[in-house]
């Protein structure tokens, strides 16, 4: 047992941290020398567990558990709640989470402006609170120490999206520009209202082909709420209304992105006559769709990053370590920010063959 905490400290925490992770979870040894080993009891509340990005998370989480269980010998009880778009459900069960008491708490907040209600009975029960992807406002997070954010920064996957549209716009052959009259036209598929993530992908996107010096004209713009269902009628709308007149579609995720390609495919138009189309996120769907040249290009939301750090940190909070003495990297001591990253064809390609 020691010698695999040992490995797990080598890997992730300093020496003098990692005897005391160990002891913490080492409770007693029964007279035969046997030793028993407490369960980390961790409640993971999530705001739908049918989005793609959410469910690719939360299977992370899972696998990671169970990988960390066998390598180290500790137990780990992950009990994942679906708040089904609901923050009064949501709420609820983090009210029975904590009546429970858990050790330690992650919330992917249904509505973020509830935050500070939750972090508030997390408090008085004295759980550590670990929010994720649904980012509380900063001044929330300030409620109690005890509380962190592990995510990604929305304004870097805007920039990177709009520089992917950049290059492609740069690139003249074949030209983006389908009209000829040197202005991107597109339309803007949104995320949910109020999201992080929805508003500053929005304005990042557009701001760095702007700012580049391109000159663009949205045609049309709406909220499918990250869903591939919704993206697809709003688009069939679209190309009904503006026809060829798209040049590109900015999604704020993958699954609307495929969306808008499904909308295309079930109007009987080929892939050569779409617009380009970009999403987020690089789930495993839209890079299918990128190496199909139906998607033109993507950008990573690192979820297993989220799920490896959430869990990192969670057994730290845990143990009643500090974590900013650890070897995780705390941005302002409570944000775990993952980097974003770009993927087209031709980094998938360069992955395939990194020689060449
Ligand atoms: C992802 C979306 C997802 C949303 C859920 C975003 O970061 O890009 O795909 O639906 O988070 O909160
Ligand atoms: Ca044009």
Request: aromatic share 6%; charged share 25%.
């Amino acid at each position: 047992m020691i010698r695999t905490m040992k490995n797990c400290c080598i890997r992730y925490f300093s020496k003098g941290l990692c005897l005391l992770l160990a002891a913490a979870l080492l409770v007693g040894c029964g007279q035969s020398g046997q030793t028993e080993t407490k369960t980390l009891r961790v409640g993971v509340a999530v705001y739908l567990q049918t989005d793609t990005f959410i469910d690719a998370i939360v299977q992370d989480l899972e696998r990671l558990v169970q990988a960390r269980e066998a390598a180290d010998g500790i137990k780990i009880n992950l009990n994942i709640v679906d708040g089904r778009g609901s923050q009064i459900t949501q709420t609820e069960q983090i009210d029975r989470l904590i009546a429970l008491d858990y050790d330690v708490l992650c919330v992917n907040i249904v509505d973020r402006t509830s935050a500070a209600q939750i972090i508030d009975k997390a408090k008085e029960a004295e759980i550590p609170l670990i929010f994720f992807n649904r980012e509380p406002v900063a001044e929330d997070l300030s409620r109690w120490e005890q509380v962190y954010y592990v995510g990604a920064k929305a304004e870097e996957s805007g920039v990177i999206q709009g520089q992917i549209l950049l290059d492609r716009w740069l690139n003249a052959n074949p030209s983006m520009d389908k009209n000829g009259d040197g202005i991107l036209q597109y339309v803007m598929l949104e995320g949910e209202p109020g999201h992080q993530d929805a508003m500053l992908r929005t304005e990042y996107a557009v701001q760095t082909l702007t700012g580049a010096g391109v000159s663009v004209e949205r045609l049309a713009g709406d909220t499918a709420n990250w869903d591939r269902s919704q993206a697809a009628a709003r688009m069939s709308d679209w190309v009904n209304t503006l026809g060829d007149s798209i040049e590109a579609v900015i999604s704020n995720n993958d699954d609307m992105a495929l969306g808008a390609i499904d909308a295309y495919q079930s109007l009987d138009i080929p892939p050569e006559d779409m617009p380009v189309i970009v999403g987020v996120d690089a789930t495993d769907p839209a890079l299918k769709a990128v190496e199909e040249g139906l998607l033109y290009g993507t950008v990573l939301n690192d979820a297993q990053g989220i799920a490896e750090n959430m869990l990192e940190l969670a057994l730290l909070l845990e143990s009643g370590q500090d974590p900013a003495q650890s070897d995780l990297t705390l941005a302002d001591g409570k944000y775990i920010w993952l980097p974003y990253r770009r993927v087209t064809l031709r980094e998938l390609q360069a992955e395939q063959s990194p020689a060449g």
